[in-house]
């Protein structure tokens, strides 16, 4: 049995204005009772932070906040960035970093990753740094090597002293909003090279307390058996964290059955 927290996080991508924020905080809100067991977080888009920060505050609602994104600098003449201060000064807890969509799409590096994430840390920020392979190289028996290089640069010259301050995201692309998911046993496989590599750069006792998500259409029916794997420290959730009901089954897939 492990002794990490589950953390299931909601990426909401770039869904809800901060007026349907408003709303979906406030219906997770009805129906999330203080726990112990898991830790829930949502990030919602820049626009909407403050609203869902309105609403946790006033509610009491038991749900962490982060961000999908930031630049590693304080502040200065960076057009259409936000800085870390800036999530903190929002209550953030966490920021995502390194998801495949920037990566792809917004030509993030493991570079720029690297400055983020240690700027993130800096800061008290917790980065969730995503890695994952595509498809092709899945294909091609580079899975291993792929994540292992991922991870290493992702973290060069990072230091860690205590596992709360980093979590890792497993998320291979080929199953990212394409309701393709990887095997429960395929995803665990995943995530322990991804500790055993945490192991290679920080110890294994350390590794051991860093928190690894599964990400890739995950949805209420496929959480539980995701869950359950012993090296899978929870989930970072795309599509199923838009709609309350859905979002709701997957933070409590604890009471479901297991
Ligand atoms: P989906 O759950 O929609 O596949 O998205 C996964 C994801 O990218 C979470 O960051």
Same mark, same amino acid.
């Given at each position: 049995m492990s002794e990490r927290r589950p953390l299931i996080a909601g990426?909401? +991508?770039?869904? +809800?204005t901060h007026l349907e924020a408003t709303s979906l905080v406030q219906a997770l809100g009805y129906k999330?009772?203080?726990?112990?067991g898991v830790e829930v977080a949502i990030c919602p888009p820049f626009t909407a932070l403050r609203s869902a920060q309105l609403v946790k505050d006033t509610d009491n609602v038991h749900i962490e906040l982060g961000a999908q994104d930031m630049y590693w600098e304080d502040e200065g003449a960076f057009t259409g960035q936000v800085s870390p201060t800036m999530l903190k000064s929002l209550g953030c807890k966490y920021v995502i970093i390194g998801h495949s969509e920037r990566r792809q799409?917004?030509?993030?590096?493991n570079e720029t990753v690297n400055k983020k994430i240690s700027s993130a840390m800096s800061h008290g920020l917790v980065p969730i740094f995503c890695c994952g392979e595509t498809l092709e190289q899945r294909e091609a028996g580079q899975m291993k090597d792929w994540l292992v290089s991922q991870v290493k640069s992702g973290l060069a010259g990072i230091e860690i =002293?205590? !596992?709360?301050q980093i979590v890792v995201a497993y998320e291979p692309i080929w199953a990212i909003g394409t309701g393709m998911t990887a095997t429960p046993q395929d995803a665990n496989d995943s995530c322990r090279v991804v500790r055993e590599t945490l192991a290679d750069l920080y110890g294994a006792e350390l590794a051991e307390s860093i928190r690894i998500l599964y990400g890739g259409s995950v949805k209420p029916d496929n959480s539980i058996q995701l869950m359950?794997?012993?090296?899978? =420290?929870g989930a970072l959730v !795309? !599509?199923?964290?838009?709609k309350a009901d859905d979002f709701l089954r997957i933070c409590n897939y604890k009471s479901a059955g297991m």
């Amino acid at each position: 049995m492990s002794e990490r927290r589950p953390l299931i996080a909601g990426n909401w +991508k770039m869904f +809800k204005t901060h007026l349907e924020a408003t709303s979906l905080v406030q219906a997770l809100g009805y129906k999330l009772p203080a726990r112990e067991g898991v830790e829930v977080a949502i990030c919602p888009p820049f626009t909407a932070l403050r609203s869902a920060q309105l609403v946790k505050d006033t509610d009491n609602v038991h749900i962490e906040l982060g961000a999908q994104d930031m630049y590693w600098e304080d502040e200065g003449a960076f057009t259409g960035q936000v800085s870390p201060t800036m999530l903190k000064s929002l209550g953030c807890k966490y920021v995502i970093i390194g998801h495949s969509e920037r990566r792809q799409l917004f030509a993030e590096t493991n570079e720029t990753v690297n400055k983020k994430i240690s700027s993130a840390m800096s800061h008290g920020l917790v980065p969730i740094f995503c890695c994952g392979e595509t498809l092709e190289q899945r294909e091609a028996g580079q899975m291993k090597d792929w994540l292992v290089s991922q991870v290493k640069s992702g973290l060069a010259g990072i230091e860690i =002293d205590n !596992g709360s301050q980093i979590v890792v995201a497993y998320e291979p692309i080929w199953a990212i909003g394409t309701g393709m998911t990887a095997t429960p046993q395929d995803a665990n496989d995943s995530c322990r090279v991804v500790r055993e590599t945490l192991a290679d750069l920080y110890g294994a006792e350390l590794a051991e307390s860093i928190r690894i998500l599964y990400g890739g259409s995950v949805k209420p029916d496929n959480s539980i058996q995701l869950m359950i794997e012993p090296q899978i =420290d929870g989930a970072l959730v !795309g !599509g199923a964290s838009l709609k309350a009901d859905d979002f709701l089954r997957i933070c409590n897939y604890k009471s479901a059955g297991m």
